[in-house]
Nanobody, 124 residues
Framework: QVQLVESGGGSVQAGGSLRLSCEASGKTFSCMAWFRQAPGKEREGVATLHSDGQTSYLDFLKGRFTISQNNAKNILYLQLNDLKPEDTAMYYC????????????????????WGQGTQVTVSS
């Protein structure tokens, strides 16, 4: 049984940092990703990591957010730096078996497995 369990969310002031974690069990996937959804908005892809090491980011987040994985490849991380109030959202971990090019596109409908989400709230 596949499980994705996120943790690490919380409330911070603007300019602060958080590190989100997602522990995966039950299967190994070639593509892991972080998405986020703010109230009233569509869920958007934040970052992806392919098993060959390729990463991709939502353009305007590049430089502030970093996706990575532990050596055992069962924990996915998202380091969030210089947080802004507009980063406030529920952050979700997702997994799928995708080629590197498709993975980089972070197409929400192609991800089969999702975690329950972890809330990030940034105050000004």
């Amino acid at each position: 049984q596949v499980q994705l369990v996120e943790s690490g969310g919380g409330s911070v002031q603007a300019g602060g940092s958080l590190r989100l974690s997602c522990e995966a069990s039950g299967k190994t996937f070639s593509c892991m990703a972080w998405f986020r959804q703010a109230p009233g908005k569509e869920r958007e892809g934040v970052a992806t990591l392919h098993s060959d090491g390729q990463t991709s980011y939502l353009d305007f987040l590049k430089g502030r957010f970093t996706i990575s994985q532990n050596n055992a490849k069962n924990i996915l991380y998202l380091q969030l730096n210089d947080l802004k109030p507009e980063d406030t959202a529920m952050y979700y971990c997702a997994a799928a078996s995708l080629t590197r090019d498709i993975c980089a596109g972070s197409y929400r409908s192609l991800f089969e497995y999702w975690g329950q989400g972890t809330q990030v709230t940034v105050s000004s």
